[in-house]
């Protein structure tokens, strides 16, 4: 019942990273708004050097994301998201323009 999409890098250095997680039922062509936890939300997460940012699910304050294909013979899923965030001891984020096509485990 809950698609969860998550991607980033992740390297000795570098760790920054997004997870949206979707809650059922799930259409295409739909505006989902990702401020609306714990049903639809996003995260993100960033260190690098002296930064150590975590932007919980909770956090995020406007966004939204947009399945364009749920291939249920195939198993992929594609669309496009984009979202604010913040935490007060760290900048605010604004994700824009984001797409993905990801193959799922039903």
């Known amino acids: 019942g809950i698609l969860q999409i998550g991607g980033g890098i992740d390297s000795a ?8 997680i979707l809650e059922n039922p799930l259409n295409i062509n739909t505006n989902y708004l990702l401020a609306n936890f714990p049903i639809h939300s996003a995260k993100f997460r960033k260190r690098e050097g002296a930064i150590n940012c975590n932007y919980n699910y909770e956090d995020t304050y ?11 013979v195939n198993y992929i899923v594609s669309g496009t ?23 799922y485990i039903p």
């Open 81 to 103: 998201f984009e979202f604010s965030t913040f935490n007060e001891n760290c900048q605010d984020i604004k994700i824009t323009d984001g797409r993905f096509d990801l193959q």
């Open 62 to 72: 406007q966004g939204k994301i947009i399945l364009t294909n749920i291939d249920t």
């Open 13 to 20: 250095d570098k760790d920054i990273s997004v997870s949206i």
